[in-house]
């Protein structure tokens, strides 16, 4: 059996750590909507995962040639075209920093967002469970259950996981990336 080139073995690597990083975040947004926890599934979500992958689309759209060793050199035959090279792998790694933060922002905002409503619907809920289930007045007990069992949904049960599945994912294709330009750069 051959062996696969350290080059080969990085390239797969980085493609199969690329996959199980989305994978974590499908992973998470299914299991947190089957699940009906709050907060509900934001598109936002999305987003610090797909800057990371246009981040990676850039790294790969920069001509690796031009960023081997002869090139780094200021008097080489073309120093323009290893500058450009440079900028823009530079800029892509800038591009996935940005969505790594973007992750992190928003993990702290869903962890805020629910730790802030399980604290109000907490104390909402018992004062409105006293004030509609009162002895002397049973009809209205029974035309305001709905509000009373709208406001017990709004105290569904936090889940932290997409908040995380998100940063992991971001780090995930962050390091896919760089693993990937590694192995293209030093074929």
């Not at 974590?24 to 699940?35: E, L, M, P, T, Y």
């Not at 440079?86 to 629910?114: E, K, M, P």
Request: include cysteine.
């Amino acid at each position: 059996m051959r062996v696969p080139s350290r080059r080969a073995a990085l390239v797969y690597a980085s493609g199969g750590l690329f996959a199980a990083a989305w994978w974590v975040f499908v992973d998470a947004v299914a299991w947190h909507r089957a699940h009906g926890m709050a907060p509900a599934v934001d598109a936002a979500w999305a987003l610090p995962g797909l800057t990371c992958t246009l981040a990676g689309l850039m790294a790969a759209m920069t001509p690796m040639d031009a960023l081997g060793t002869e090139s780094w050199h200021a008097f080489s035959d073309r120093p323009a075209r290893a500058s450009v090279a440079r900028c823009w792998l530079f800029g892509s790694f800038i591009v996935s920093f940005a969505g790594l933060a973007a992750a992190a922002t928003l993990a702290l905002g869903i962890t805020a967002h629910s730790h802030a409503t399980d604290a109000m619907t907490a104390s909402s809920v018992d004062g409105l469970a006293r004030h509609f289930t009162r002895d002397d007045d049973a009809a209205m007990t029974a035309d305001n259950a709905a509000v009373l069992a709208a406001w017990r949904l709004a105290d569904a049960p936090y889940d932290g996981w997409p908040g995380q599945a998100i940063v992991v994912q971001s780090a995930g294709i962050l390091t896919a990336t760089a693993m990937w330009v590694w192995a293209r750069v030093h074929e």
